[in-house]
């Protein structure tokens, strides 16, 4: 990192990418998937999150990006404490659940409540426990920086995994994208 003020953009660079044209490009970076839960107000909110990474051991310090116009993260926000329960690869109807704006996310699903009082889903293959210790805004989202109360892991099991705008990384390039191309509006969950 260096001390040198910040340049003023030169006339002869190029133009920054277009959404679409980033979004192709990230999309060749494989991500696994998440669902970010909570309860407020004595209900249980969630969406599909596929920015979560660790960002520290000691202390131990996790991170998610979410849409800071969307409907669901500020109640998160609200909340205080969050699950990140992280998808299998035979998970992709719980994914798509919570990808989606419309629809009852928790109705028919089974979960239970943790004991720091999140949605816990059942079946993943890793659940996360944090409290938001910290937000920062970036653009059109919010970084979240969560401290971590407690990780639960399951025996085995493929992760989901995002890739080109479809799951998993075997199937052909040809494959279409998923249906109401779920993740190509995913800027807009949280």
């Given amino acids: 990192m260096t001390d040198e003020p910040h340049r003023p953009p030169d006339p002869r660079d190029p133009a ?65 404490r969050f699950c990140v329960n992280v998808l299998g690869a035979d998970q992709e109807e719980v994914c798509r659940r919570f990808g989606s704006k419309t629809g009852g996310k928790f109705q028919g699903l089974e979960w239970d409540r943790s004991r720091w009082g999140a949605p816990a889903l059942r079946g993943v293959l ?12 970036a653009g059109d989202h919010d970084v979240v920086i969560g401290r971590v109360l407690e990780v639960e892991t399951a025996d085995g099991g493929r992760p989901m995994i995002f890739f080109r705008s479809g ?23 949280g």
């Fill in 126 to 137: 890793a659940r996360v426990h944090a409290e938001v210790r910290e937000v920062h805004l």
């Fill in 167 to 189: 799951f998993g990384i075997d199937r052909p390039e040809t494959a279409a994208p998923p249906p109401d191309d779920l993740w190509a509006w995913g800027d807009h969950w």
């Fill in 16 to 80: 920054p990418p277009a959404p679409e044209e980033l979004r192709r490009a990230l999309g060749a970076f494989a991500t696994g998937v998440t669902v970010i839960t909570a309860l407020e107000g004595g209900e249980p909110v969630g969406f599909a999150c596929q920015s979560f990474t660790s960002v520290s051991l000691d202390p131990p310090l996790v991170l998610f990006c979410a849409d800071h116009r969307g409907r669901t993260w500020p109640r998160i926000r609200a909340a205080g």
